[in-house]
């Protein structure tokens, strides 16, 4: 796995002017990535069960696993996850942890602030994957301990656990590239195991998103079949895609549910569900994940009969996208006392989008300097010499062939026109990739230059600032919808080949 750094003309220029070594790492404080790939017998002990440490480590090497042994992992985790119930119990003291998304560096950090997973209970609402870039080592340590801490490690099952939308985004290209597409088809029947609830000491229910018209009771989700690819509609889409009204608590009709516009699917829940459920199962409070938190939670309107906060949101995730800037939180349930950990994010190392290699970046360098020596090549004589060099030919076919060589020349000339526009801004596309789901440029945006370029970008960022954590869930506003069927079908046509790079 070789590894480069990345860096713009200018700054390439300044290295050599400064005389700054171009065989060796410039920053020698950041350990060069291991190559070797660990085997089963390397992760797996005398029990059979995954080494949690070792794989940790491992990762934060950012080494990779065999592929023998990823699929082990995996295997062995579903095995166990299809034993357990739809809506599994789980007793306190408990720590309750909201998404994860890919950033595996943070998760590490969330497991210091947390407590050890062998002797701390630990309960995770779902959405490990996608958006970050490190989501197949999430998994896989997550599985790790699962298999490890079995009673006391509980895994629950979000909407990024899923074809659909693992395809859409970046999951399913990152195990292409890290493994291979049997790792991610593996992988993608163990999240078909993932449980879909979670009672917490008989008082919270506990679910990635929230509240169905068509669960009423506990009893309703228990009966849900979960091993499948969630549906776009019905209880168990529900549960994972539903949100809180934007104005929970302060409603201004008696309506329960609303189609959720912003996601595409599932409902709005209201203040007035939320404690209806609550009083017809005789519970505390619901704890979900699935939205982004500036604080890291966020506590709802308190319900009247308990004076306790009626909903929790969790989001365990600090700079969500490397551009939130904002905190994540853990929940720790004790006593009967619940106390909010904060914390901010860890660095990690960079990849390009879309998993792009150094060498693939570099190509529209390159690129421009052939498509400037093919129209120098074609500009050598001037149209009076080639009427005056050029064979008599009839009158039809003479315009016929000069009308093939100016289509030629335009050709390239719109060939340079693009290369030039991605060699001078480099920066920017970076940008605009970032701001995509699938790390995918607009159709056409290149051939318009840097004016087409400047206007796309306005489109996802204008000014290309962030300023606070409003302005980058606005701009992110579109990737929290369920991908349509025509989304889906140029995300398909659009991905080229999983080129093996590192950010």
């Known amino acids: 796995m070789s590894r480069t750094s990345v860096r713009s003309n200018r700054s390439s220029r300044s290295v050599r002017r400064s005389g700054l070594p171009t065989v060796e790492r410039i920053m020698q404080n950041v350990p060069y990535p291991t190559g070797k790939r660990l085997s089963v017998p390397e992760i797996y002990d005398k029990r059979a069960k995954p080494i949690p440490d070792v794989v940790r480590d491992h990762f934060l090497r950012e080494g990779r696993l065999e592929e023998s042994a990823a699929i082990q992992i995996l295997k062995d985790a579903s095995d166990l996850l299809s034993s357990e119930s739809t809506l599994v119990d789980v007793e306190a003291p408990v720590t309750v942890c909201g998404d994860v998304h890919g950033q595996f560096f943070d998760l590490v950090k969330l ?3 947390g407590g050890p997973p062998s002797n701390t209970r630990y309960l995770f609402l779902g959405d490990y994957v996608d958006r970050g870039y490190f989501s197949i080592e999430c998994v896989l340590y997550l599985y790790a301990l699962k298999l490890n801490f079995p009673t006391t490690f509980f895994l629950l099952r979000g909407n990024h656990e899923c074809r659909h939308l693992t395809e859409y985004f970046t999951f399913k290209l990152e195990c292409k590239v890290k493994y291979s597409q049997k790792v991610y088809d593996v992988c993608m029947r163990s999240f078909d195991t993932l449980p879909l609830g979670a009672l917490v000491n008989r008082q919270f229910l506990c679910v990635h998103g929230g509240l169905s018209p068509e669960i009423q009771r506990l009893d309703d989700l228990k009966r849900i079949d979960r091993f499948c690819e969630p549906p776009n509609s019905g209880p168990m889409c529900d549960t994972i895609w539903s949100d809180p009204c934007s104005d929970f608590g302060e409603e201004r009709d008696g309506d329960y549910f609303q189609v959720n516009e912003a996601r595409g699917c599932a409902y709005f829940f209201s203040y007035a569900a939320c404690c209806a459920f609550l009083r017809n199962n005789n519970l505390l409070s619901i704890i979900r994940a699935h939205e982004a938190q500036d604080a890291g939670y966020k506590m709802f309107k308190k319900n009247d009969s308990t004076g306790f906060p009626s909903l929790i949101s969790l989001f365990s995730c600090p700079n969500y996208c490397d551009v939130y800037n904002n905190k ?100 920017s596309l970076l940008v605009l990739k970032g701001l995509t789901p699938n790390g995918m440029l607009p159709l056409g945006v290149l051939s318009t230059g840097t004016e087409g370029l400047q206007t796309a970008l306005s489109g996802y960022a204008p000014n290309l600032k ?11 506003r579109q990737n929290e919808h369920m991908p349509t069927s025509k989304q889906m079908k140029q995300s398909s046509a659009k991905a080229g080949p999983a080129f093996p790079g590192k950010r």
């Open 111 to 113: 497991f210091d602030v």
């Open 328 to 427: 994540a939180a853990i929940l720790i349930y004790d006593n009967n006392v619940m106390n909010i950990r904060q914390f901010n994010c860890q660095p990690h190392p960079y990849w390009l989008p879309n998993f792009m290699d150094v060498f693939t970046w570099s190509l529209p360098f390159i690129g421009e300097k052939v498509t400037e020596m093919l129209i120098s090549i074609l500009n050598i004589c001037t149209e009076a010499e080639l009427r005056k060099a050029a064979p008599p030919t009839d009158g039809a076919e003479g315009v016929s062939r000069k009308e093939v060589l100016r289509n030629k020349v335009r050709a390239v000339g719109k060939m340079a026109r693009v290369y030039k526009v991605l060699r001078e801004e480099s920066e």
């Open 466 to 476: 962030i300023q606070n954590f409003k302005d980058a869930k606005y701009l992110d």
